[in-house]
C-alpha cells in the first residue's frame, strides 16, 4: 500500500508541475494518464482509444454543441442589450435597480443558452457602460455582472449539467429540472444581497430612474420573443415532448430566427459562432476523455477506493466531508474554473459520495454553486478575467473587491439546499411521475 500511495503522490506531484508549467489542463491530465497508464498499471497504449470513446460515446452530449451555439448566436449578434433594456423598466426605479436588471437578464440569458462566459462578456458590454454613466460604483456593478453569471450554469438548459449527467450516466432532464428553483432562489438571494450593499452605502448608486407604466408594458412586449425561446426549449424538455438534444436543436433554430427577426443575423455572425461552438465543444470533451482515462488508471490501480475508504473513515459524518469538499472547492477556484475542477476532483469525488448515499441530482445543482463560485475568486476567477477583458480600463483588484460581498448569498443557497433538499429534488420528482 505504501508503494502505491507513493506513486500516486508522484502522479498527482507531475500532473500540478504541468499545470504550473502553464499545459493546459486536458493535455496535463492526458500525459499523466499514460504515463500511469504505461508505467504504473502496464496496460497497453490502445486503453486510451478504448476509455475516450465509452466516456464520449453518448447521444446525450450532442445536446452540447447545439446550446453553445444557441448562447453564442445570442451573445454575438447583441439581441440581449434590447432584453437588458426591457428588463431595467422594471428594476430600474428599486434600490440599486440596474444592478438587479443584470441579475435578471443573466437569469434569463441563461434559461436560452446555459453559458457562464457568454453571460459575463455580454452583459459586461451592454450593462456596465451604462451602469457606469449613471453613476453606479464600479465595484457594484462589475461585481454583480461577475457573480451572477452562476446563474447560467444552474438554471436549465445547463451546460455543465449536461456534461455531469452524461459523465455519471444520471438523467439530463431530471437535472435540468433540479436546476429551476435553486437557480431562481440564487437569483432572488443577489438581488437581497444587491439591496442590502445598497442600504448599508447608499453612496453606491445614483437615484433611482422612474419609469411609466407605458414604458414597463412595451417592455414586456420586448421580453416576451425571449420568453417564448425558453418557453419553447424548456417546455419541450420537461413536458416529454423532446429529448434534451432535441430540445437544443429547437433552442439553435429559434435563436436563429429571433436574430433574423431582429436583423442582426449575418454570415460573419454565424462563422463567428460557429468557431467558438467547435472550441469549446472539443475542448470540452477532450478535458472530459482524459479525465476518464485518469479515474480508469487510479480505479485500475486501487488508489480511488483507498481514497474512497480513508475519507468515509474521518469522524466527520456525511455533512463534515461535504463541508470538506466546499472548502476544497473554494481554494481550488483561486487557480482552476468549475469544468476544470469537475474533471479533476469527480474521479475521487464521485465513489464517496455514493458511499455516503448522497442524491447524483441534488449534488449535481451542489456542485454548480459550490464550484460556480470559483469563477469569482482570484487570482485566476475566469469570469474576473473575461470582465476585465471587457472593461479594461477597470483594475482586477476592483472587480474582485466587488465580486466579494457576493460569495455569501451563493453559500446560503447552497445552505438551503442542504437544510431543504426538496428544492431540488422535488420538480424532478413531480416530472418522474
Not at 4 to 28: K, Q, T
Request: proline share 6%; hydrophobic share 60%.
Amino acid at each position: 500500500m505504501g508503494s502505491e500511495i507513493g506513486i500516486a503522490i508522484l502522479l498527482v506531484i507531475g500532473l500540478l508541475v504541468l499545470l504550473a508549467l502553464g499545459l493546459e489542463i486536458a493535455w496535463s491530465i492526458g500525459i499523466i494518464s499514460v504515463v500511469g497508464l504505461i508505467w504504473y498499471i502496464d496496460q497497453p497504449i490502445s486503453q486510451v482509444a478504448e476509455t475516450a470513446w465509452s466516456s464520449l460515446n453518448s447521444f446525450t452530449l450532442t445536446a452540447m454543441p447545439l446550446f453553445i451555439f444557441m448562447g453564442t448566436i445570442l451573445g454575438n449578434t447583441g439581441v440581449n442589450e434590447r432584453l437588458f433594456a426591457a428588463i431595467d423598466k422594471w428594476f430600474g426605479q428599486l434600490p440599486g435597480g440596474l444592478a438587479m436588471s443584470v441579475i435578471a437578464g443573466n437569469a434569463i440569458f441563461g434559461a436560452m443558452c446555459g453559458s457562464a462566459m457568454a453571460a459575463t462578456a455580454t452583459f459586461g458590454k451592454i450593462a456596465f457602460p451604462v451602469m457606469e454613466k449613471k453613476g453606479y460604483s464600479p465595484k457594484l456593478g462589475l461585481g454583480a455582472i461577475a457573480s451572477s453569471d452562476i446563474l447560467s450554469p444552474l438554471i436549465p438548459p445547463s451546460i455543465l449539467l449536461i456534461i455531469y449527467g452524461s459523465w455519471q450516466g444520471i438523467s439530463i432532464v431530471d437535472l435540468l429540472a433540479a436546476g429551476l428553483i435553486p437557480g431562481v432562489t440564487m437569483m432572488i438571494l443577489l438581488m437581497l444581497s444587491i439591496v442590502v450593499q445598497v442600504k448599508l452605502n447608499p453612496g453606491l448608486i445614483p437615484k433611482p430612474v422612474q419609469f411609466t407604466w407605458s414604458q414597463r408594458l412595451t417592455a414586456v412586449l420586448e421580453v416576451l420573443p425571449f420568453v417564448a425561446v425558453i418557453t419553447g426549449v424548456l417546455g419541450a424538455i420537461f413536458g416529454g415532448f423532446m429529448t434534451p438534444t432535441e430540445a437544443a436543436a429547437l433552442g439553435a433554430f429559434l435563436s436563429l430566427a429571433l436574430t433574423m427577426a431582429y436583423r442582426r443575423l449575418t454570415l460573419k455572425v454565424i462563422q463567428k459562432s460557429l468557431m467558438e461552438t467547435v472550441k469549446v465543444t472539443s475542448f470540452s470533451l477532450f478535458i472530459m476523455a482524459m479525465a476518464s482515462l485518469i479515474s480508469h488508471v487510479f480505479n485500475s490501480a486501487g488508489i480511488i477506493p483507498m481514497i474512497k475508504e480513508f475519507v468515509i473513515s474521518l469522524p466527520f459524518g456525511k455533512y463534515g466531508i461535504l463541508l470538506l469538499f466546499f472548502i476544497m472547492y473554494f481554494f481550488m477556484g483561486m487557480f482552476f474554473d468549475s469544468w476544470s475542477m469537475l474533471f479533476l476532483t469527480f474521479p475521487f469525488v464521485m465513489p464517496i459520495i455514493n458511499s455516503l448515499d448522497i442524491n447524483l441530482i441534488w449534488w449535481g445543482v451542489v456542485y454548480v454553486m459550490a464550484g460556480g463560485q470559483a469563477s469569482m475568486t482570484p487570482p485566476f476567477g475566469l469570469s474576473l478575467a473575461v470582465l476585465h477583458g471587457v472593461v479594461p480600463w477597470h483594475p482586477m483588484e476592483t472587480i474582485a473587491r466587488g465580486a466579494f460581498p457576493f460569495l455569501i448569498p451563493i453559500y446560503m443557497n447552497i445552505f438551503l439546499l442542504m437544510l431543504f433538499p426538496q428544492l431540488a429534488l422535488w420538480l424532478p420528482g413531480l416530472l418522474g411521475g
